[in-house]
């Protein structure tokens, strides 16, 4: 945890940008796996972590703006609990180490909010993305739980969104340990890509290295033999020669801050002339599109620009064809490149998506595409130093879209099928790093993790 000033300035520079009423945050409570008891590891909901500070299930935070006060509702532990649990801080403590004096039982919270509704005064919420979250904001505001979305306040989500956005120092420290975590993960699954080895065995390992050295996984891990299933979570094939292995895992820390980095690599330890070509594509938008990301420039501008990259790297080798700037303005390129080049990353993977990603991404200078590929752009708007984003260019064969396409006679004026049909078991690549954007330009965070071809098959080497 942070230093319980961190917690009270971040709460108070929420209140200098909302107006009146209550801003109530719910933490986040045990998620039963079979049974009641058995509960899924817990994940503390983000807000409540940004504001308030606490990984404990059963805590609500209140600051009410009207009165400036701040308020921590949840229940001391009794005997009963210290039995099972051992000795825990009373809610006083707990309190102070985030610059709160004021608590209450959390019963007292449905009395608080009555009282408040009652006076006419507004209570700000953000979209609940839990059952158990809807239920119980539902009976404490009256408000029946397939309304809340449309109740949740917008005024909160985008005070929220434009705090959370602009990461502070301690966060990117926090950021780049899990990034390092994270090189670990990805340089023991370059050390085990052997033919014969199993992709389980070496998720095992990388789930293994994110529990011991962070608080587990960010994600569920992506790795598959399959890379051209974006996010494939079936880790039951072994590595065999010639394959490509895609890896795309992350972890994060005990305060929830993540790291999301994919690497692509070759079974056995060699890129061929066909796997190479391809790679040194993806590897040349994603530092291009690094080089290329400032302050003031349009993510979706940077995401266009290594679109065309692509485009232009499959007409080298004969898959597209005809104008590039015209095949990317089509959409033709989503044949290979059908999602966005990053998202924001923080306290969550895709940082803030519950509040909804065009509050995210996009804003009044831009809106999201209805073009297949580019409407799943999650990050678009410009760039300001603070922001922490990934990087994530790719290309896949997809045996079925590039079927549907053909029989539909998509973009033929683009795309050489008969020469993309050469590569329908090729699998994909995708290459992500985790940047921050800085005053003058950005930062790859974290010690650098092998991805030149050069560097991969070096790595692989050490586990031969
Ligand atoms: N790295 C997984 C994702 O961005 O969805």
């Not at 949840?74 to 006083?92: C, K, L, R, T, V």
């Not at 966005?340 to 065009?358: A, R, S, Y």
């Not at 410009?382 to 990934?390: A, K």
């Amino acid at each position: 945890m942070f230093d319980a000033s961190v917690y009270t300035q971040r709460r108070n520079a929420l209140r200098s940008r909302m107006n009146k009423g209550i801003v109530l945050l719910p933490g986040n409570t045990e998620a039963p796996m079979n049974y009641p008891a058995n509960t899924y590891h817990f994940r503390q909901d983000s807000n409540f972590l940004y504001f308030f500070g606490l990984s404990q299930p059963d805590l609500a935070g209140l600051i009410d703006l009207d009165s400036g006060t701040d308020i921590l509702f949840g229940d001391d532990f009794g005997i009963e609990d210290i039995i099972w649990m051992g000795p825990q801080p009373s809610m006083a403590e707990r309190a102070a180490l985030v610059g709160i004096t004021n608590t209450q039982p959390l019963g007292e919270l449905a009395n608080y909010l009555s009282a408040a509704l009652a006076a006419g005064r507004q209570v700000h919420f953000v979209p609940p993305y839990r059952a158990e979250t809807q239920l119980w904001l539902s009976s404490l505001l009256g408000i029946r739980p397939y309304f809340l979305k449309k109740y949740a306040s917008r005024e909160l989500i985008q005070a929220i969104v434009s705090l959370r956005e602009i990461k502070e120092e301690d966060e990117i420290a926090e950021i780049e340990k899990m990034i390092d975590v994270a090189r670990l993960m990805h340089t023991t699954a370059m050390q085990m890509a052997h033919p014969g080895t199993s992709e389980q065995e070496i998720f095992g390992r990388m789930e293994g290295i994110a529990l011991s050295k962070a608080n587990g996984t960010s994600f569920p891990i992506i790795l598959s033999i399959n890379g051209q299933t974006l996010h494939n979570h079936y880790h039951g094939n072994m590595l065999s020669e010639g394959r490509l292995l895609v890896s795309d895992a992350g972890c994060e820390s005990a305060d929830g801050y993540c790291s999301d980095i994919t690497r692509t690599i070759p079974v056995g330890g060699k890129f061929s002339k066909k796997q190479k070509d391809i790679y040194q594509i993806v590897l040349a938008a994603n530092e291009t599109a690094i080089e290329e990301s400032k302050p003031g420039v349009f993510y979706r501008d940077i995401h266009l620009m290594a679109a065309r990259m692509i485009a232009a790297g499959l007409r080298d080798l004969g898959l597209m064809k005809g104008n590039i700037d015209d095949a990317v303005t089509a959409g033709a390129h989503a044949l290979f490149f059908p999602h966005g080049l990053g998202h924001q990353m923080g306290l969550d993977v895709h940082d803030m998506e519950g509040l909804g990603e065009n509050f995210v991404g996009y804003n009044d200078e831009i809106s999201r595409s209805t073009q297949f590929g580019l409407a799943y752009l999650r990050m678009a708007k410009r760039l300001q130093p603070g922001h922490v984003i990934t990087v994530e260019p790719g290309i896949y064969f997809i045996p079925a879209l590039i079927r549907q396409w053909k029989e539909q006679n998509l973009h033929t004026d683009f795309i050489n099928y008969s020469e993309v049909e050469k590569y329908v078991d090729f699998g994909g690549i995708r290459i992500e790093d985790d940047i921050l954007i800085t005053p003058d330009g950005c930062r790859v965070l974290g010690t650098p993790i092998p991805k030149s071809v050069a560097d991969v098959e070096a790595e692989i080497a050490k586990g031969l």
